[in-house]
């Protein structure tokens, strides 16, 4: 089956700090979980944009993966989250990701389908691949036929877990950003062969 690898194509890392949302849409790391600077506590959230431009329409996707790189790793305790961004993956995070106010944002991280629950990949620094699981395949398809685009909210389980792990952005220097990889299958092409035209093709193999 052929198998498509798109890199992000806009990543947001956003913090809340009990006070006010913030959004680094320029950021060069996605912060995912708790940060405590007494008397202050940063809880922090990602967001990913994948465009579906080189996805064939009509295709049926059979898997979604997901790649980042964990540049820093989170506590021992960290379990990471990954769902679509705001229910079904098809709003575009950077119409949302309108400093310094970013609640709409923080909240649609959490707010989707729910694909990968409570992964302790982030615990160590390197290459991490996800396999999406719950009905990513189905959003996917929607997505490009509704949006040409897919989108993907990160968070730590509780945003609790300090210190926060961090994974690279298109901005970070040297960096390895995200990657969205997606298996499918498509209709196989009506060439208007009879069918008494097709068996002596297949013994003349």
Same mark, same amino acid.
């Given at each position: 089956?052929?198998?498509?690898?798109?890199?992000?194509?806009?990543?947001?890392?956003? $913090?809340?700090?009990?006070?006010?949302?913030?959004?680094? =849409?320029?950021?060069?790391?996605?912060?995912?979980?708790?940060?405590?600077?007494?008397?202050?506590?940063?809880?922090?959230?990602?967001?990913?944009?994948?465009?579906?431009?080189?996805?064939?329409?009509?295709?049926?996707?059979?898997?979604?993966?997901?790649?980042?790189?964990?540049?820093?790793?989170?506590?021992?305790?960290?379990?990471?989250?990954?769902?679509?961004?705001?229910?079904?993956?098809?709003?575009?995070?950077?119409?949302?990701?309108? =400093? =310094?106010?970013?609640?709409?944002?923080?909240?649609?991280?959490? $707010?989707?389908?729910?694909?990968?629950?409570?992964?302790?990949?982030?615990?160590?620094?390197?290459?991490?691949?996800?396999?999406?699981?719950?009905?990513?395949?189905?959003?996917?398809?929607?997505?490009?036929?509704?949006?040409?685009?897919?989108?993907?909210?990160?968070?730590?389980?509780?945003?609790?877990?300090?210190?926060?792990?961090?994974?690279?952005?298109?901005?970070?220097?040297?960096?390895?950003?995200?990657?969205?990889?997606?298996?499918?299958?498509?209709?196989?092409?009506?060439?208007?062969?009879?069918?008494?035209?097709?068996?002596?093709?297949?013994?003349?193999?």
């Amino acid at each position: 089956m052929p198998t498509i690898l798109i890199d992000v194509d806009y990543d947001l890392d956003i $913090s809340w700090t009990m006070i006010d949302w913030t959004c680094f =849409p320029l950021g060069t790391k996605i912060r995912l979980g708790l940060r405590v600077v007494y008397p202050v506590s940063y809880k922090y959230r990602g967001a990913l944009k994948f465009l579906l431009n080189t996805l064939p329409a009509g295709a049926t996707v059979t898997q979604v993966r997901l790649k980042v790189y964990c540049r820093v790793a989170g506590a021992a305790t960290h379990l990471l989250d990954i769902h679509a961004y705001d229910t079904n993956g098809q709003t575009d995070v950077e119409t949302e990701a309108v =400093p =310094p106010d970013c609640d709409l944002g923080y909240a649609h991280c959490v $707010s989707g389908n729910l694909y990968v629950n409570d992964s302790d990949a982030l615990r160590t620094v390197g290459t991490k691949w996800f396999t999406l699981g719950g009905s990513v395949c189905t959003d996917v398809q929607n997505a490009k036929s509704a949006v040409n685009r897919f989108s993907l909210g990160l968070h730590e389980e509780g945003d609790d877990a300090d210190p926060h792990a961090e994974i690279d952005t298109l901005e970070t220097v040297g960096g390895i950003p995200a990657q969205l990889e997606i298996t499918y299958t498509v209709p196989l092409r009506n060439v208007g062969l009879h069918p008494s035209k097709v068996l002596p093709l297949i013994l003349d193999e």
